[in-house]
């Protein structure tokens, strides 16, 4: 299905692919602003970095290289394109490892200077935020959106397409990262996260009850860090056989769960929202999906989840964002553009683009 952009003229038509490296998957996807999403291709370096417990920059970096020339030929066959019909290159700007972050922007400048394309660098957030807008039934601006991955949790205020307002984020350790450093203390393997929440699936309820973090005090902010350390100490001592750690996980997850939610019920009711989003590698756990859908539900608000693939990072939110940026006519200089570190809605290359 199409997303629909106005230009000058009406309905601006755009395709563009899109790149992604800005941790350990490297992805590639052509968006059409008419048809819809043609293509997406991704690799996984999970089975890379598992021996190492988590995510080894050079080794990622290294990675992306030997992979994003094949996954490029790969997309653009499957979208049946050529370079021709490809209007535009976008490419994930940061915030990530910068290493990855340096490939991926490198090789997107230097396809779309030989293909004579614009190009533009992409907020990784900003694409995670726009990812439901891929699925059939995509909400319209303005919607809350809560951003739940592996380095953030935000509640975000979303009035369009570059119109961002944090209400809310966490002040230490992200959902997705306390999940992570749980998983490791329960001896699972990277990634941790998913394999947490299987664990929980057979743990009984109620046997360990940890704190909800900042659920005491006004506000929208998070704090996890506190929650991963009461895990630490709750371990401490114990035999970890596998009821125990399935008891363990069940009760970090709900506390998590709770957390989480209780924040975003309390954003719906203050802000009068019709419509919530949920975006990133966290959005994907089911016992999330069901509290939110009841939280929603009560709030009288959609609720709308991209699918699986698209929580966590791919080339397909990159390629939509990068569409609809160029389809409004924003471009940005011929410099390589990449940044570790960039807080959702500050100046980045996509807002200091001009516009035709």
Not at 57 to 68: G, K, Q, T, V
Not at 130 to 135: Q, R, S, Y
Not at 328 to 344: I, P
């Amino acid at each position: 299905m199409g997303v629909p952009v106005k230009g000058k003229g009406g309905l601006r038509k755009m395709r563009v692919i899109g790149i992604e490296s800005s941790c350990d998957e490297t992805a590639v996807a052509v968006f059409d602003t008419v048809r819809g999403l043609l293509s997406h291709r991704l690799h996984s370096q999970i089975a890379l970095h598992q021996a190492y417990g988590g995510v080894v920059p050079e080794l990622a970096s290294r990675d992306h290289i030997r992979r994003l020339l094949p996954l490029v030929r790969e997309a653009l066959a499957a979208a049946q394109s050529s370079r021709d019909s490809v209007d535009g290159v976008a490419y994930t700007a940061g915030p990530g490892l910068i290493g990855a972050l340096l490939v991926g922007a490198g090789f997107a400048r230097s396809l779309a200077y030989a293909w004579g394309k614009p190009a533009i660098g992409i907020h990784h957030l900003e694409g995670h935020l726009l990812a439901p807008l891929l699925e059939p039934e995509a909400p319209v601006f303005p919607f809350l959106a809560l951003l739940v991955s592996g380095g953030h949790t935000q509640l975000v205020d979303v009035a369009g397409v570059g119109e961002y307002r944090i209400l809310g984020q966490t002040l230490d350790d992200a959902a997705g990262e306390a999940f992570d450093k749980t998983a490791k203390m329960l001896g699972l393997p990277y990634p941790g996260g998913a394999a947490l929440a299987q664990l929980a699936e057979s743990g009984r309820p109620g046997q360990f009850n940890f704190p909800r973090p900042m659920l005491d005090r006004p506000g929208l902010d998070f704090s996890f860090s506190g929650l991963k350390t009461a895990a630490l100490v709750a371990l401490r001592g114990r035999v970890l056989d596998e009821e125990i750690r399935a008891d363990v996980a069940r009760g970090f997850q709900e506390a998590v769960v709770d957390t989480l939610a209780e924040k975003v019920r309390r954003a719906l009711v203050g802000g009068g929202y019709r419509r919530l989003v949920v975006a990133g590698g966290v959005g994907a756990n089911m016992r999330l999906r069901e509290r939110l859908g009841d939280i929603a539900q009560d709030a009288e608000a959609a609720v709308y989840f991209p699918r699986a693939e698209f929580c966590t990072d791919n080339g397909a939110m990159i390629a939509l964002a990068g569409a609809l940026r160029l389809a409004a006519g924003e471009r940005a200089s011929l410099a390589v553009d990449a940044r570790a570190s960039w807080e959702l809605g500050a100046p980045g290359s996509a807002q200091q683009g001009s516009t035709d």
